[in-house]
C-alpha cells in the first residue's frame, strides 16, 4: 500500500527525528547547506516567475518545486527539524538530550545560512551582470521584498512585530506539514503531492520562512537595498525564527505525536 496510516507515518517521524540527532555533524552540515541552496533557488524561480507573468500566485503554484527536490534528496532545513528532532525527546529515545537537540538545530540553521547566502551571491552576480550594472528586474523586486518584509515591519512596532511572529508560526504550521507529507507516501509522486499542497499555500499566503528570508535579505541588502543587516536581523529573521519553531513544533510535531502515537484512552462502549 504506498499510503500510510497517521500511526505507521507518525512513527517515522519519531525515528527521523532521532537519526538527526544522532546524525554527524559534516553530513548534517552539507545536508542543510544543499537544503538551503535549493530553496533559494526555488525562491528565485518563484519571484522570477512572478514578474515575469504579472501574476504572483503563479509562482506560488510552482515554488514547491525546490521543496520536493530538497526533501527527495534527503536533505535538511531548519523549518522540518524544529518539528521533527523534538518528538525522540518527548519520545524518552534512548541517549537522545536536549542538549542534543539543540545542537542539531544549531548546525542545520548555520548549514542552511551558508547554503541560501551562497546562493544570494550567485544571483546578485547574475542579476547584475558581475556588478557591473543596476540589478534586472527581479533582482529590483528582490530588493523591494527585503525592504518591505523588515521596514515594513518596523513602521508598525510592537504590532508589527506580533504580526511577523504569527506570519511565522501559520508559515511554518503548512511547511511542517510538507516535511510529514513525504512520509505519508512510498512513491514519488505520492510525496510530491503531499508536500507539494501546504508549501504552495504557505508561499502564496505570504507567510513567514526563516530559511528562504536568509536568501532574500542578504541578497536584498547586496544589491542595494534600503535597509540594514540589525533591520533584518531584528525585523525579521529572529522572530520569524521563533515563529516558525512554534509552529512546526506546536501545530505539527506535537499534534500528531500526541493524537496517533500517544493516543488518549477509548472510551468505553
Known sequence: MSYLIPSE??????????SKIFMATRDALIRAYMAGAILAIAAVFAVTVAVQTGYPIIGAILFPVGFCILYLMGFDLLTGVFALSPLALFD????VTLGGVLKNWGIVFVGN????????VLMSIVFTYGFSTEPNGVGKVIAGIGEARTLGYKEYGAGGMLT??????????MVSLGVVGA????????????MWMPIMLFFGMGFEHSVVNMFLFPSALIMGGNFSIAD?????ELPVVLGNLLGGLGLTG??????HLRTGPKRAH
Request: charged share 15%; net charge positive; aromatic share 12%.
Open 9 to 18: 507515518f507518525v512513527t517515522k517521524m519519531v525515528d527521523a527525528g532521532e
Open 92 to 95: 524518552k529515545r534512548p541517549g
Open 113 to 120: 545560512f551558508l547554503g541560501a547566502l551562497t546562493v544570494a
Open 164 to 173: 511577523i511572529f504569527i506570519r511565522g508560526i501559520l508559515c511554518n504550521w
Open 183 to 194: 512520509m505519508v507516501s512510498t512513491t514519488v509522486s505520492g510525496k510530491v503531492i503531499a
Open 232 to 236: 533584518y536581523l531584528i525585523w525579521n
Open 254 to 259: 506535537l499534534t500528531l505525536y500526541a493524537t
